[in-house]
């Protein structure tokens, strides 16, 4: 396949080129923590569901369900080493993930923003680019390889870098609320609003730089119920799934 060409789709579809980013938490399931397999194999398939449409498909994994460096700073640990710990927790996260994608039949490579070739490649972006080109799912672990980004920066990184239609994030509700709705039952959900009106009114969608990043450069999110099966193949398609921002 030469360079800058795309695989065959077989239905129409609004995004070729998609980043999903999962949280780490989304893994746990009904655990408290950790890693429960029938969700990673619940997410693969959701994944394969998109993959089957023809679309290209990158991902990026928090580690909160096993360790978050934030969390650790607060308590008297060094951000910085709690950080580069939290990036170890999502090479775990994505080998998991790759794990599962693999048991479905699909070829992927996991891609590493810090070196550790016995486990995965050194991120680079031609690279990642090429993989999937050919067909290949590409996840991106160790967030941006530096302390104090978030993976949510890092997924918006990568989305810009790749050339991504959008980033899906997949989180425990289905859309941007007002206020959280398992808190307040007349929170209102938004089905589109501008990254200017997240960032005023502090909404959480992403952190302010991952935010930032995707309005500079015109990058549209869409975030959505992950639980819900089908979600990520509607929202390729182009059917109104949780809530779209942008510009």
Same mark, same amino acid.
């Given at each position: 396949?030469?360079?800058?060409?795309?695989?065959?789709?077989?239905?129409? %579809?609004?995004?070729?080129?998609?980043?999903?980013?999962?949280?780490?938490?989304?893994?746990?399931?009904?655990?408290?923590?950790?890693?429960?397999?029938?969700?990673?194999?619940?997410?693969?398939?959701?994944?394969?569901?998109?993959?089957?449409?023809?679309?290209?498909?990158?991902?990026?994994?928090?580690?909160?369900?096993?360790?978050?460096?934030?969390?650790?700073?607060?308590?008297?640990?060094?951000?910085?080493?709690?950080?580069?710990?939290?990036?170890?927790?999502?090479?775990?996260?994505?080998?998991?993930?790759?794990?599962?994608?693999?048991?479905?039949?699909?070829?992927?490579?996991?891609?590493?923003?810090?070196?550790?070739?016995?486990?995965?490649?050194?991120?680079?972006?031609? @690279?990642?680019?090429?993989?999937?080109?050919?067909?290949?799912?590409?996840?991106?672990?160790?967030?941006?390889?530096?302390?104090?980004?978030?993976?949510?920066?890092?997924?918006?990184?990568?989305?810009?870098?790749?050339?991504?239609?959008?980033?899906?994030?997949?989180?425990?509700?289905?859309?941007?609320?007002?206020?959280?709705? @398992?808190?307040?039952?007349?929170?209102? @959900?938004?089905?589109?609003?501008?990254?200017?009106?997240?960032?005023?009114?502090? %909404?959480?969608?992403?952190?302010?730089?991952?935010?930032?990043?995707?309005?500079?450069?015109?990058?549209?999110?869409?975030?959505?119920?992950?639980?819900?099966?089908?979600?990520?193949? @509607?929202?390729?398609?182009?059917?109104?799934?949780?809530?779209?921002?942008?510009?």
């Amino acid at each position: 396949m030469k360079p800058g060409t795309v695989r065959k789709t077989k239905t129409p %579809l609004k995004y070729r080129r998609v980043l999903l980013k999962l949280s780490g938490e989304a893994l746990m399931g009904d655990s408290q923590y950790g890693i429960e397999p029938a969700t990673v194999d619940y997410m693969a398939d959701e994944v394969k569901k998109v993959f089957d449409l023809g679309v290209e498909v990158a991902v990026v994994i928090g580690g909160g369900n096993i360790f978050r460096g934030v969390e650790a700073s607060v308590k008297g640990m060094e951000r910085a080493s709690a950080d580069y710990m939290g990036m170890l927790a999502t090479v775990i996260n994505a080998l998991a993930l790759q794990n599962a994608l693999e048991r479905l039949g699909m070829e992927t490579r996991v891609q590493s923003a810090i070196e550790m070739r016995q486990l995965a490649e050194t991120y680079i972006r031609r @690279k990642a680019i090429r993989h999937l080109q050919k067909g290949r799912i590409v996840i991106f672990a160790a967030g941006t390889g530096n302390p104090y980004f978030t993976t949510d920066t890092a997924a918006a990184l990568r989305a810009m870098e790749i050339g991504a239609d959008v980033i899906c994030k997949g989180t425990k509700v289905d859309g941007v609320y007002t206020s959280d709705p @398992k808190k307040d039952s007349s929170a209102k @959900k938004y089905h589109e609003i501008s990254y200017m009106d997240v960032i005023r009114q502090n %909404l959480k969608v992403m952190d302010t730089t991952a935010i930032t990043l995707c309005m500079d450069n015109k990058l549209p999110i869409v975030v959505f119920d992950i639980k819900k099966p089908n979600a990520v193949k @509607k929202l390729v398609q182009g059917q109104k799934v949780g809530t779209l921002v942008k510009s």
